[in-house]
């Protein structure tokens, strides 16, 4: 096994570092047109007769570090934070996608931007209620003129 990876290093020693291109085992860029059939897929006959591609090996770490860095970013965060997540889309069950889905206004050029309801709810700050009155109105009309 790691006969064979010292020959694979060994052989992108030939390719031009930094790049994102396909080569040949020879280090000249590779004709991907050279292997598509009239439909633009890969033909397996003209695969064989061209061989296989090579990365760069530069372009290589930098694909594995990133898709490792992704992948343990995720499984940190559902393994770590899963309760928060699920109470996160606690919203998104079926019915009450459905309810927001026929409640949208799909003419939302013509909604007047004024809220139906300001919220009752007392923790609110009473200078964050009026703001909601006032403001985002305002934002709506200054959206609407910079269009």
């Known amino acids: 096994m790691s006969l ?29 047109t050279l292997i ?4 633009f897929e890969v033909d397996k ?15 290589v770490v930098s694909l ?10 995720f499984s940190h965060l559902f393994l770590w934070n899963f ?5 996160a889309w606690d919203w998104a069950t079926p019915s009450n996608v459905k ?3 026929g409640e949208f206004n799909w003419k939302f050029w013509q909604d007047d931007g004024m809220r139906k309801e300001v919220s009752k709810d007392t923790e609110i700050d009473p200078h964050y209620r ?14 609407l003129l910079t269009m």
């Open 4 to 32: 064979l990876l010292i020959s694979r290093v060994e052989l992108t020693n030939c390719f031009m570092q930094l790049s994102q291109s396909l080569f040949y085992a020879n280090g000249s860029l590779y004709n991907q």
């Open 99 to 101: 309810r927001m889905w």
């Open 64 to 73: 594995l570090s990133t898709n490792l860095g992704l992948a343990a970013t």
């Open 130 to 143: 009026e703001m909601l009155k006032v403001i985002i109105p305002l934002v709506y009309q200054i959206l």
């Open 45 to 59: 006959t003209l695969l064989a007769e061209q061989g296989l591609p090579f990365y760069a090996g530069t372009w």
């Open 36 to 39: 598509l059939n009239d439909n």
């Open 83 to 87: 309760d928060d997540i699920c109470s």
